[in-house]
């Protein structure tokens, strides 16, 4: 598969490279952060959450909405699945790490989601990149033998357990947590997931 950077022009349409915030405070912290040899996810993260970069992210990078700090770690070189929010996520890439990326208009109007779509892109260590709402993502890829560790910033609560009876009908079929909408890939047995991607999954 070809793996293009976020900094080649075609990564526009998903989303942009963030320079304005200063990471070292950041990347230093993600250090006492676990690299499992699965994936890990924490959508909320105290320690992190406690950095004056904090502040910047929520009222810069989110218009001062009330944001939540967290991060996804560890091994990982399969699609698995695709999900999007109504906004944009911020990501800050601790290593290099690789993103499969779609877009979210063209999910068909079954929740399926063919995978040839899909595009691959290069995150490089020490980079912060804005993921629009229109994008749909997962968990990074590793770019090496070693892991990854990603940050990932997003609105209060965002991936948490939903807290009312959802009626499985419609796009409401397909979340999962609050302000999550996730389609799986079968072979990845996600459980209580809707299997809408069709073809291979992918596999770096």
């Given at each position: 598969?070809?793996?293009?950077?976020?900094?080649?022009?075609?990564?526009?349409?998903?989303?942009?490279?963030?320079?304005?915030?200063?990471?070292?405070?950041?990347?230093?912290?993600?250090?006492?952060?676990?690299?499992?040899?699965?994936?890990?996810?924490?959508?909320?993260?105290?320690?992190?959450?406690?950095?004056?970069?904090?502040?910047?992210?929520?009222?810069?990078?989110?218009?001062?909405?009330?944001?939540?700090?967290?991060?996804?770690?560890?091994?990982?070189?399969?699609?698995?699945?695709?999900?999007?929010?109504?906004?944009?996520?911020?990501?800050?890439?601790?290593?290099?790490?690789?993103?499969?990326?779609?877009?979210?208009?063209?999910?068909?109007?079954?929740?399926?989601?063919?995978?040839?779509?899909?595009?691959?892109?290069?995150?490089?260590?020490?980079?912060?990149?804005?993921?629009?709402?229109?994008?749909?993502?997962?968990?990074?890829?590793?770019?090496?033998?070693?892991?990854?560790?990603?940050?990932?910033?997003?609105?209060?609560?965002?991936?948490?357990?939903?807290?009312?009876?959802?009626?499985?009908v419609g796009e409401d079929s397909i979340m999962t947590a609050k302000n999550k909408w996730l389609i799986a890939h079968?072979?990845?047995?996600?459980?209580?997931?809707?299997?809408?991607?069709?073809?291979?999954?992918?596999?770096?």
């Open positions: 598969m070809n793996i293009k950077s976020v900094f080649d022009e075609s990564f526009k349409k998903y989303g942009k490279v963030l320079t304005s915030y200063n990471l070292d405070e950041l990347l230093k912290e993600m250090e006492n952060t676990p690299l499992p040899e699965d994936v890990i996810y924490v959508p909320s993260d105290e320690k992190l959450e406690s950095l004056t970069v904090f502040h910047q992210f929520r009222d810069y990078g989110f218009g001062g909405l009330p944001i939540q700090i967290g991060y996804c770690n560890g091994n990982n070189n399969k699609l698995n699945a695709l999900e999007y929010h109504r906004n944009s996520e911020i990501n800050v890439a601790v290593t290099d790490l690789i993103l499969l990326l779609g877009k979210q208009e063209d999910i068909n109007s079954d929740f399926t989601y063919d995978t040839t779509k899909v595009e691959a892109f290069f995150v490089p260590e020490k980079t912060a990149i804005e993921v629009y709402a229109t994008t749909l993502h997962y968990a990074p890829c590793n770019a090496n033998e070693n892991g990854f560790k990603c940050v990932v910033i997003l609105p209060e609560g965002t991936n948490t357990e939903l807290t009312w009876n959802l009626p499985k079968k072979d990845a047995n996600i459980s209580g997931a809707h299997c809408g991607l069709i073809g291979e999954n992918i596999t770096l």
